[in-house]
């Protein structure tokens, strides 16, 4: 199957192209509906998948395009808006006789996606061709379930450390932890491409276990940082299981002295099931951690839920800080979820946070911390602790306090 992407910025690009390749189909990408009709032209592709928001133009003007012209390409939806307005852009192209094969939140990439393409080819895992032959390219290794335990117990498990910094000075006040799987062949591999294997075959146990056992193990390293909060995931497989104990206590228990702990849970992942959230999050806090929700603005939390539930903070997904220069619609909601989180005396985190207009806009809306490449990408401690020792190099040589401090 031929997929031709209309998108104005080319952020997911890489990411979309290694999925769709992954699974044996071709990929073209275009930046504008220009781009975007001439390639329909030369090549006719089998699926367009359309964003909504395409700048100054708008993923329905192409709606109306394909409809005029009689074109019978099926479209999958790409927003970072949010269901309804995915829902509404359907209930447009279905009136004007457009097929519309499926709606993916750019959030949910990876698992809203696949199934809406053909079936993955079957037969024995494989390394498909690399494109720099001899360099390990990890993202090309087809990894199966025994594959993947094994690497689990063989320690190849490994935390990446992604800053949050504080927009008021800069400062990193906390890490995330993400999971990286080192192969056989020396290359890692991001989450995105075990995790949802993992979740599937039963091994996110083992997995979350080896990873917090790593985090745990470098614990005379992060006190010294001094900072606020460590933040984890929990998929929602290991909250069903009611794990939730067996996987956190060790983790705060060594990590007492040293930093808050976070556990952060996608909102679509909980929000189906009201049980699921009360329970895990009430367990997170007795344990003496907090809640977070992941991804927040993606899913259905509803008011109510976050008003009654022990939610600490809301991690702002990354779609509406991608966008939040595409339209005032996109400006409004992220406005409307700052001030919703102020007023119920949450905490929030902007993710994905690449430039210093999203940084300044976002610091000016009120919010308090972010977390992005702007920042720092995820990586080794060593690179965090470079960071902190940056920022109180800085701070010693400008902040007027330290002097009145030593003075008192
Ligand atoms: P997430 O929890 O939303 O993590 C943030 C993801 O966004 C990370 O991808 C990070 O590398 C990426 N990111 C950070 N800053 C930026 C930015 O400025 N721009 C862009 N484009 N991306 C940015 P990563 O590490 O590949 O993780 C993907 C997802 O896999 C995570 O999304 C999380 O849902 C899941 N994951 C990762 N580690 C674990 C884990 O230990 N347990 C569970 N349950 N899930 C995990
Ligand atoms: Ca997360
Ligand atoms: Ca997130």
Redesign the pocket.
């Known amino acids: 199957m031929n997929i031709l992407y209309l998108d104005d910025e080319p952020?997911?690009e890489s990411?979309l192209r290694r999925l769709v390749q992954r699974q044996g189909h071709g990929f073209e990408f275009c930046a504008s509906i220009k781009a975007c009709k001439t390639a329909v032209a030369a090549n006719a592709p089998d699926l367009l998948l359309l964003d909504l928001g395409l700048g100054q133009e708008s993923g329905l003007d192409v709606i109306d395009w394909l409809a005029d012209e009689q074109i019978p390409l099926p479209v999958v939806f790409l927003s970072g808006y949010g269901d309804d307005l995915l829902d509404t852009a359907q209930r447009i192209a279905k009136s004007r006789g457009v097929e519309i094969r499926g709606l993916v939140s750019k959030?949910l990439l990876a698992s809203d996606l696949m199934p809406l393409l053909d079936p993955p080819p079957v037969g024995p895992p494989h390394r498909l061709p690399s494109a720099s032959p001899g360099a390990a390219d990890a993202s090309r290794i087809r990894l199966d379930a025994a594959m993947l335990a094994e690497r689990i117990d063989a320690g190849g498990v490994e935390?990446?450390f992604?800053p949050i910094v504080s927009l008021l000075d800069g400062r990193p006040c906390g890490v995330?932890?993400?999971?990286?799987l080192r192969l056989a062949d020396g290359s890692l591999m991001?989450?995105?491409?075990f995790?949802p294997l993992?979740?599937a075959t039963g091994l996110?146990t083992p997995?979350?276990k080896a990873?917090l056992r790593r985090v745990i193990a470098l614990k005379e390293r992060l006190r010294p940082l001094d900072l606020n909060f460590l933040a984890?995931?929990?998929?929602?497989v290991?909250l069903e299981r009611n794990e939730v104990n067996d996987l956190l206590q060790p983790l705060v228990t060594e990590l007492k002295d040293c930093c808050r702990v976070i556990v952060?849970v996608?909102e679509t992942e909980v929000c189906h099931d009201r049980r699921l959230l009360q329970t895990a999050g009430a367990q997170i806090q007795l344990l003496g951690a907090s809640l977070a929700i992941?991804?927040f603005g993606t899913g259905y939390a509803s008011l109510r839920d976050l008003a009654e539930f022990p939610v600490h903070t809301l991690?702002i997904?990354?779609s509406f800080?991608?966008e939040m220069f595409d339209s005032m619609k996109a400006m409004t909601v992220l406005l409307a979820i700052i001030g919703l989180g102020q007023r119920l005396g949450l905490k929030m985190i902007a993710?994905?946070?690449?430039t210093e207009a999203q940084r300044d806009l976002l610091f000016s809306a009120g919010l308090e911390f972010a977390?992005?490449?702007?920042f720092g990408?995820?990586g080794e401690l060593a690179a965090i602790e470079r960071m902190v020792a940056a920022s109180r190099l800085s701070a010693d040589a400008t902040d007027p306090f330290d002097a009145c401090a030593l003075e008192a």
Do not use: F
């Open positions: 952020r997911m990411t959030a935390p990446a992604q995330e932890v993400l999971a990286r991001n989450a995105v491409d995790i993992a979740e996110m997995m979350t990873l984890v995931n929990l998929s929602r290991t952060e996608t992941d991804d991690k997904d990354t800080v991608s993710e994905g946070v690449e977390q992005g490449y702007l990408r995820p």
